[in-house]
């Protein structure tokens, strides 16, 4: 497992590339580290080389949902978050953590994609 993560002021975009199997605990880690710098105006999340399976066992989506985001992205009232979910178990996980956040009444420019180029596309932003 890894999560790693590059945050490129110039063009407001951090992106967050997840390989094998993750923890909540680990993208609470990831959340934390970029928020404690200024943060950018947009979010990448890549979860296409992640396996869901720790998180979904584990039952910290709603942790993850409602305690971090509420934290740490009221901080960032602009900007969109995109999530690239190639499988189809990341895409019901992700569309389940946004249904997680509009019961909680926590509003974010969130989308999810299948594909890497659409999630920049609509990010408005390069690599």
């Known amino acids: 497992m890894s999560v790693a993560y590059k945050v490129v002021q110039s063009t407001q975009l951090s992106t967050i590339i997840a390989r094998g199997k993750i923890s909540s605990d680990e ?3 990831v ?17 296409r080389y992640a396996d869901p399976q720790p998180l979904i066992i584990s039952n910290d989506l709603e942790n ?7 934290t740490y992205w009221n901080l960032k009232n602009i900007g969109k978050t995109a999530i690239v979910a190639s499988t189809d178990l990341w895409f019901s996980f992700v569309r389940i953590f946004m249904k997680l956040e509009e019961k909680k009444k926590i509003s974010h420019n969130i989308q999810t994609f299948r594909f890497m180029d659409e999630a920049i596309n609509w990010l408005g932003s390069e690599r």
Do not use: G
Not at 31 to 47: Q, R, V
């Open 27 to 29: 993208i609470v880690d």
């Open 31 to 47: 959340i934390e580290s970029i928020y404690k710098f200024m943060p950018t105006n947009n979010l990448l999340w890549d979860f």
């Open 64 to 70: 993850i949902a409602v305690n971090f985001t509420r």
